[in-house]
């Protein structure tokens, strides 16, 4: 498969020689990451809140304060608990009053650098009205903005390419562990790590992260409304099922593939966007404590992984200027998966 991988500039020459020795075939992406970085910021300036930039963590609280009270009807802000840093989790309840016991969760922001997963989040809620009107007569959303605030925010801050929480480690050097490692699902084995220094370590227990412990409890307890999971990440183009901690096929593999096919041509109808899609462990990597798995084997039948634009030319750093296209045809995809499970309770 490709890889793409970061280097720091001293050691880029050096890299490339060994590529090359080797017979590597290789490109650059990036010659130099920084100007990425200030050109991911293309859209309209502007100081507010808008659906087609990337917002801070503070007005996306904000925004999530206001949805409620604009949409008293339709929009409820639930505090999940504390971040590690001490931030409140907020998740949408979007739903009419009196409506079924039927509920989709949906997650984003899990790795604080895939900034067009919050993105699609706030779009999805929003701009995605038309497509998710009618599904509300049957149907309630719980939508978490950003699973990963700490994270989130100092990729703001301090470093664009954040993928792990904040949380201190045993190792003083290294901070924070990777909440899609950190679920209590055959909990760091394959594809996780065990040092605090890796970008996939695991923490030092199943569900160790306060994160991981708000989100975990808050869908066991709404576990007889929960019918579908749905995490957002970036970056590949792809749509995954479970299994990841197993190669083993998953019981109802065969209607996660149908689903899934239906969704990705969906998606491709807007744009022509390509999405390839199957279980996770073949299809992206193998990976173990992943929410998707823990979701499904608490039983939650339809558990899936978007990864969203692009395909690496730019990568974590998508420009504003994608956000509309990657969310309106991501909108077309999440419809289509909570349009099956209606059809299925
Ligand atoms: N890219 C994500 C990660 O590394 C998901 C990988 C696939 N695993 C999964 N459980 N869906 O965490
Ligand atoms: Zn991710």
Same mark, same amino acid.
């Given at each position: 498969?490709?890889?793409?991988?970061?280097?720091?500039?001293?050691?880029?020459?050096?890299?490339g020689?060994? #590529?090359?020795?080797?017979?590597? /075939?290789?490109?650059? @992406?990036?010659?130099? %990451?920084?100007?990425? $970085?200030?050109?991911? =910021?293309?859209?309209?300036?502007?100081?507010?809140?808008?659906?087609?930039?990337?917002?801070?963590?503070?007005k996306?609280?904000?925004?999530?304060?206001e949805?409620?009270?604009?949409?008293?009807?339709?929009?409820?802000?639930?505090?999940?608990?504390?971040?590690?840093?001490?931030?409140?989790?907020?998740?949408?309840?979007?739903?009419?009053?009196?409506?079924?016991?039927?509920?989709?969760?949906?997650?984003?922001?899990i790795?604080?650098?895939?900034w067009?997963?919050?993105?699609?989040?706030?779009?999805? #809620?929003?701009e995605?009205?038309? /497509?998710?009107?009618? @599904?509300?007569?049957? %149907?309630?959303?719980? $939508?978490?903005p950003? =699973?990963?605030?700490?994270?989130?925010?100092?990729?703001?801050?301090?470093?664009?390419?954040?993928?792990?929480?904040?949380?201190?480690?045993?190792?003083?050097?290294c901070?924070g562990?990777?909440?899609?490692?950190?679920?209590?699902?055959?909990?760091?084995?394959?594809?996780?790590?065990?040092?605090?220094?890796?970008?996939?370590?695991c923490?030092?227990?199943?569900?160790?992260?306060?994160?991981?412990?708000n989100?975990?409890?808050f869908?066991?307890?709404?576990?007889?409304?929960?019918?579908?999971?749905?995490?957002?990440?970036?970056?590949?183009?792809?749509?995954?099922?479970?299994?990841?901690?197993?190669?083993?096929?998953?019981?109802?593999?065969?209607?996660?593939?149908?689903?899934?096919?239906?969704?990705?041509?969906?998606?491709?109808?807007?744009?022509?966007?390509?999405?390839?899609?199957?279980?996770?462990?073949?299809?992206?990597?193998?990976?173990?404590g992943?929410?998707?798995?823990?979701?499904?084997?608490?039983?939650?039948?339809?558990?899936?992984?978007f990864?969203?634009?692009?395909?690496?030319?730019?990568?974590?750093?998508?420009?504003?200027?994608?956000?509309k296209?990657?969310?309106?045809?991501?909108?077309?995809?999440?419809?289509?998966?909570a349009?099956?499970?209606?059809?299925q309770?």
């Amino acid at each position: 498969m490709d890889v793409d991988f970061h280097v720091n500039s001293n050691q880029a020459d050096a890299v490339g020689v060994l #590529l090359e020795q080797n017979s590597v /075939e290789y490109k650059v @992406l990036f010659d130099n %990451l920084q100007d990425g $970085i200030n050109a991911q =910021l293309d859209g309209q300036k502007s100081k507010r809140h808008s659906y087609t930039k990337y917002n801070t963590w503070e007005k996306i609280a904000e925004w999530t304060r206001e949805m409620a009270k604009k949409y008293p009807n339709l929009v409820k802000r639930l505090d999940i608990g504390g971040t590690t840093e001490g931030r409140p989790m907020y998740v949408l309840q979007i739903g009419k009053s009196g409506t079924s016991r039927r509920a989709v969760f949906m997650d984003c922001g899990i790795h604080a650098r895939e900034w067009i997963s919050p993105a699609f989040c706030q779009w999805f #809620l929003i701009e995605g009205e038309e /497509e998710i009107t009618e @599904l509300l007569n049957s %149907l309630t959303f719980y $939508i978490l903005p950003v =699973l990963n605030i700490d994270g989130y925010v100092w990729s703001w801050t301090e470093d664009r390419m954040w993928r792990k929480n904040r949380a201190p480690t045993v190792d003083e050097e290294c901070i924070g562990t990777d909440l899609n490692r950190n679920f209590n699902i055959s909990w760091c084995e394959i594809g996780s790590s065990d040092e605090p220094c890796s970008e996939i370590f695991c923490g030092s227990a199943a569900e160790s992260e306060k994160e991981t412990q708000n989100v975990a409890n808050f869908i066991r307890s709404h576990m007889d409304s929960i019918k579908a999971y749905i995490t957002i990440h970036s970056y590949s183009q792809m749509l995954l099922y479970p299994f990841s901690y197993t190669y083993d096929p998953a019981p109802n593999s065969k209607e996660l593939d149908e689903i899934a096919k239906e969704a990705v041509h969906k998606l491709h109808s807007l744009y022509g966007t390509s999405y390839v899609y199957g279980p996770s462990a073949f299809t992206i990597y193998p990976t173990s404590g992943s929410s998707d798995d823990w979701a499904y084997a608490k039983g939650i039948n339809y558990s899936f992984t978007f990864e969203l634009r692009d395909k690496g030319k730019k990568g974590f750093l998508l420009p504003e200027s994608k956000i509309k296209p990657t969310c309106q045809e991501t909108t077309l995809a999440v419809a289509s998966i909570a349009q099956y499970v209606i059809s299925q309770y």
